[in-house]
T-cell receptor
């Protein structure tokens, strides 16, 4: 069963507008965390934002915010005031506890965001 | 930026040949991971390490082996490369839940492997 679902293969947004990228997850573990990573065309993986399951407030990092709705098991990324440089693939990921205290990441398939001028 | 390097960055090899990819870190992080990225699949975990000589399998471990003889190096080996192993391979490191800021994993630049 897919643990991270990103239902939008591609999204388009006008420069300076806000955009929401969807992510739903499935877990029975009460302790978990959700990440968003950005991958520009150059290929590197860039950490954007993190939300822990016990965090009381939605995470924010500059123009990025995470709309965390625990009951709906969704962790959508909101990008405000889009810029041309935001054009990239965006991946939602969930951490899973594993051997020796490590934390594996399970990724969604990604959403390709294109910002139009 | 976290000090993670991967070598080689690009490699073309023939089916049936052995291939070793290297991940090197200068951060002294305990945990290291190998992922592969394929179109339509996002990133999938191959193997991971939770200490020197401590490794375990991930979601897509068949055909791969790993070794970690010292903290800074994590090697991924394809014993006999197949065309299905053509992919981009990412190494990642993390400090672990006790010390990490938000459990973040830091990714290397990736290795593009083509098996012909």
């Amino acid at each position: 069963a897919q643990k991270i679902t990103q239902t939008q293969p591609g999204m388009f947004v006008q420069e300076k507008e806000a955009v929401t990228l969807d992510c739903t997850y499935d877990t029975s573990d009460p302790s978990y965390g959700l990440f968003w990573y950005k991958q520009p065309s150059s290929g590197e993986m860039i950490f954007l934002i993190y939300q822990g399951s016990y965090d009381q407030q939605n995470a924010t990092e500059g123009r990025y915010s995470l709309n965390f709705q625990k009951a709906r098991k969704s962790a959508n990324l909101v990008i405000s005031a889009s810029q041309l440089g935001d054009s990239a693939m965006y991946f939602c990921a969930m951490r899973e506890a594993s051997q020796g205290g490590s934390e594996k990441l399970v990724f969604g398939k990604g959403t390709k965001l294109t910002v139009n001028p | 930026d976290a000090g993670i390097t991967q070598s080689p960055r690009h490699k073309v090899t023939e089916t049936g040949t052995p291939v070793t990819l290297r991940c090197h870190q200068t951060e002294n992080h305990r945990y290291m991971y190998w992922y592969r990225q394929d179109p339509g699949h996002g990133l999938r975990l191959i193997h991971y390490s939770y200490g020197v000589k401590d490794t375990d399998k991930g979601e897509v471990s068949d055909g791969y082996s790993v070794s970690r003889s010292k903290t800074e190096d994590f090697l991924l080996t394809l014993e006999s490369a197949t065309s299905s192993q053509t992919s981009v391979y990412f190494c990642a490191i993390s400090e672990g839940p006790a010390a990490a800021r938000n459990y973040e994993q830091y990714f290397g630049p990736g290795t593009r492997l083509t098996v012909t």
